[in-house]
């Protein structure tokens, strides 16, 4: 059998009502076999996520806080969902006495107690979910990350799948065959045993590398929004969305705003070329967004336009600049050496500009970037510049259209946008222009009533 793997967010999980969607989305084709599942999300009446409940929880915890209030708010939510649906009182009870477990753990390693506490939002979710498909007559059965073999890095709060991890979870093509696997999104377990979570989002990376363990032949992303646009609908009235696109795309767009997907959770299935198909659980009539390796030419070279505020940059003036050796490397360590990553680096003969997002600068940290550049490189000038916004043109055509460039420079004159930087990256499928923040919105409805109007 060919499997295909669906990750459902926070939100396709939050009621009772969208629990009966899932089942009955499961029903319309007999392959979905391995099922992940998120805490539930925000709905309506309920304005807080389980998961920053939990956060919560362990904040208070670690502060020798009292915590049951928030772990009380957890259960209830859960009971809320679960109840209602038919389980019997004494099933869901015995389930939610795991978060009693977690939130009296062993507290010497504030990562390792915050990871098992916040994981037990998907974990439970994924105990209850099941027993909800058994109840409804389907075969299904629990599966956690630690008997599967999900095993991750101890880097906990950002772990990492180790490099083996799909041999590993290659036993539940077996478990698949046979009924429906539902796993916890989020989390794996550390070689030592210890629970750490991925990122925030990362359900979608667990969807990912359960789909490359399976070879599975689709990667179904369950979620809120009919699929990707090609452009922001905050921004821009009405874009278009987006029928295919190549994982290469959807990195470059997912780099500025495009936050629909996770952006480790494309790694693992372009190892195996496995599509991914984001679905709106709430409108099954729209196809969604397929993300492919290869897809058809189409009539539109550029796929989307994507934008991002908080960027800053620094530039240096320096005569012969050109001719000091070393000096591009002495400028990044400098960054380097304050754990500050960069995002762009456009230079000319005796200039230099170094784009950051300011977001992961600390107050002092303006100040020590100018002074150590003062100091190591002594420019002839240097200036600091906040609130840059990010603009990206992307698409696999540019690769062979002629004229983006001007198209895109003259859309944003005409707009009245001026361009503070332009850089095209090494692939040819993205331009990313930088401009003044406040003319974020002007400039991607210029780009987008250029190229797709």
């Known amino acids: 059998m060919e499997f295909i793997v ?30 992940v599942v998120s805490a539930p999300g925000k ?14 929880a362990t904040q208070k915890a670690l502060a020798n806080q009292d915590a049951s209030a928030e772990i009380s708010g957890v259960k209830d939510r859960f009971r809320g969902i679960y109840e209602p649906l038919g389980l019997k009182k004494d099933v869901v009870e015995a389930v939610l006495e795991d978060f009693d477990a977690r939130i009296s753990a062993p507290r010497d ?20 979910f099941a027993e909800f498909l058994k109840h409804t007559g389907k075969k299904a059965t629990y599966v956690s990350p630690k008997d599967a073999g999900m095993i991750v890095t101890p880097t906990f709060g950002d772990a990492q799948p180790i490099d083996e991890i799909a ?32 990122s925030r989002g990362g359900s979608d990376l667990t969807g990912s590398i359960l789909a490359e363990a399976l070879d599975a032949v689709e990667y179904e992303n369950w979620t809120d929004v009919d699929g990707i646009f090609s452009a922001n609908p905050n921004t821009v009235e009405n874009p278009l969305q987006i029928p295919a696109l190549t994982y290469k795309e959807m990195r470059e767009l ?60 620094f530039t240096l003036q320096k005569f012969l600049m050109n001719r000091e ?29 170094i784009i950051l997002d300011q977001n992961q600068l600390k107050p002092e940290d303006v100040n020590n970037i ?15 510049e906040f609130g840059i ?56 409805n210029a780009l987008y009533q250029e190229f797709f109007k």
């Not at 969607?21 to 979905?32: E, M, S, Y």
């Not at 107690?113 to 979710?125: H, Y």
């Not at 500025?256 to 709106?280: D, S, T």
């Open 6 to 35: 669906c990750k459902f967010g926070g939100t396709s999980v939050a009621t009772k009502e969208t629990l009966q969607q899932i089942a009955h989305i499961l029903d319309l084709k007999p392959n979905r076999r391995c099922v």
């Open 43 to 56: 709905a309506k009446g309920v304005s807080v996520k389980v998961t920053d409940l939990l956060i919560k």
């Open 109 to 128: 390693h504030a990562g390792k107690f915050r990871d098992l506490v916040v994981a037990g939002g998907e974990d439970v979710n994924a105990r209850l």
């Open 167 to 198: 041999l590993k979870l290659a036993g539940l093509k077996k478990i698949c065959s046979q009924q429906i696997v539902v796993f916890p999104g989020f989390f794996g377990v550390t070689r030592e045993g210890d629970v750490a979570t991925f």
């Open 254 to 313: 997912s780099y500025i705003g495009f936050n629909v997907l996770h952006e480790e959770a494309v790694r693992p299935i372009m190892r195996k070329k496995i599509p991914i198909r984001l679905r709106n659980t709430f409108n099954l009539d729209n196809p969604g967004t397929l993300i492919l390796s290869e897809r058809l030419p189409s009539q539109r070279d550029v796929t989307g336009i994507a934008s991002g505020g908080g960027y800053c940059s």
């Open 325 to 353: 050796k070393g000096f591009v490397r002495r400028l990044l360590s400098i960054l380097e050496d304050l754990n500050l990553s960069y995002e762009h680096c456009p230079s000319g003969v005796d200039n230099i500009s």
């Open 370 to 384: 100018i002074r150590l550049i003062d100091v190591t490189l002594k420019p002839d000038d240097i200036k600091a």
């Open 389 to 444: 916004a990010l603009v990206a043109v992307v698409g696999e055509g540019l690769l062979h259209k002629i004229g983006v460039l001007s198209q895109s420079a003259a859309a944003l004159s005409n707009a009245g946008v001026n361009i503070k930087m332009c850089n095209q990256g090494s692939s040819e499928i993205s331009m990313i222009f930088g401009i003044d923040a406040s003319d974020e919105t002007k400039a991607v």
